[in-house]
């Protein structure tokens, strides 16, 4: 069982940067996809992007080129780093986990979530 605790939301500016953290319990096995998503008030939740076992990175249409996912084996953490943020990225941001490779931004296929940290871009 791999246990979830996201931090670094906040309230920030059109054009304005956030990093959040994901700290999980059992990140020291390196054979887990972890991935980002979100979700907005009356909307569907979405895939931002994901980190693969093989260290290869997804992204969203929507977020390429200004955010970055990243992971640190070392501190047990995942990252998102966010610039150039739009109002449109306001959302409760969900970090999530699943043993093996990917296969893509796909709610379904992940079996782990963290209770999620907001985002709020004005």
């Known amino acids: 069982h791999v246990q979830l605790v996201e931090s670094g939301g906040g309230s920030v500016q059109a054009g304005g940067s956030l990093r959040l953290s994901c700290v999980a319990s059992?990140?020291?096995?390196?054979?887990?996809?972890m991935g980002w998503f979100r979700q907005a008030p009356g909307k569907e939740r979405e895939g931002v992007a994901a980190?693969?076992?093989?260290?290869?990175?997804t992204y969203a249409d929507s977020v390429k080129g200004r955010f970055t996912i990243s992971r640190d084996n070392n501190k047990n953490t995942l990252y998102l780093h966010m610039n150039s943020l739009k109002p449109e990225d306001t959302a409760m941001y969900i970090c999530?986990?699943?043993?093996?490779?990917?296969?893509?931004?796909?709610?379904?296929?992940?079996?782990?979530w963290g209770q999620g940290t907001q985002v709020t871009v004005s």
């Open positions: 980190f693969d076992v093989e260290e290869t990175t």
């Open positions: 059992e990140l020291t096995d390196r054979s887990l996809c």
């Open positions: 999530a986990a699943r043993p093996g490779s990917c296969y893509g931004l796909v709610e379904g296929y992940f079996g782990f």
